[in-house]
């Protein structure tokens, strides 16, 4: 039962060109959601998230859009650079009232810039 | 900087041979998680500790086990690997202190079963 849905394993996309990745989830008691990037041989980095509160949130290059009547989201990257080439996971949390927070992570998404 | 930091990076083992992996952080903060991720497949969580507060998932096998003697530092012990325990361990850490926060990761432990 995979309640975060990555369906593209692999993206290409040339310099200068936007990118857009997509997530799909399962689980309406999701709150919280997470974009994480990770490069070969290091641990995932946080890159932006969005509470279910919101619709769009931004921060330079990268923008992340949720609609929950059809429970996705995606990430924008524009413009994308050959330092963008990583692998981007989708991530979502419910959490409780006692603060535990739990994720739920995509397969994850393998971005290629090509210069 | 403050970080989260994993020991090692690459562990090889014999199979049924015991094993730790240890993660210290200096970021503070009161909970601390412990990941399995193996290749082309998403991370998937095999406990939490929420201050002192254990908590297992339930289909973390019972080979697994954690300690976490103070706030910093939190272990991952793995009593008789199998070759199915050969996998990337990813420690995460998160303050619960102030709403809605990212999880900080490690670079991880490779673990590879002989």
């Known amino acids: 039962d995979q309640q975060v849905k990555q369906n593209s394993p692999s993206l290409s996309v040339q310099e200068g060109r936007i990118s857009i990745l997509n997530c799909d989830y399962t689980?309406?008691?999701?709150?919280?959601f997470l974009w994480y990037k990770k490069y070969p041989a290091e641990g995932p980095t946080f890159l932006i998230s969005i509470s279910s509160i919101k619709d769009k949130n931004e921060d330079g290059r990268f923008t992340v859009f949720l609609n929950k009547s059809a429970k996705h989201l995606s990430l924008h990257i524009v413009p994308s650079q050959p330092g963008d080439s990583a692998v981007y996971f989708c991530?979502?949390?419910?959490?409780?009232?006692?603060?535990?927070?739990?994720?739920?992570f995509g397969t994850g998404t393998k971005l290629q810039v090509i210069p | 900087d403050a970080m989260v930091i994993q020991n090692p990076r690459y562990q090889v083992t014999q199979f049924g041979k015991p094993v730790t992996l240890s993660c210290s952080q200096t970021l503070n903060h009161n909970v601390m998680y412990w990941y399995q991720q193996k290749s082309s497949q998403a991370p998937k969580l095999l406990f939490h500790y929420y201050d002192k507060d254990f908590n297992n998932e339930a289909d973390t096998p019972d080979n697994f086990q954690s300690r976490r003697p103070n706030t910093s530092f939190c272990f991952l012990d793995i009593r008789s690997p199998g070759l199915g325990d050969a996998a990337m361990y990813l420690c995460?850490?998160?303050?619960?202190?102030?709403?809605?926060?990212?999880?900080?990761f490690g670079d991880g432990t490779r673990l590879s079963i002989l």
């Open positions: 995460a850490t998160r303050s619960s202190l102030t709403g809605n926060q990212p999880q900080h």
């Open positions: 689980n309406s008691m999701f709150d919280y």
């Open positions: 991530a979502a949390s419910e959490e409780n009232s006692g603060g535990y927070q739990k994720v739920t």
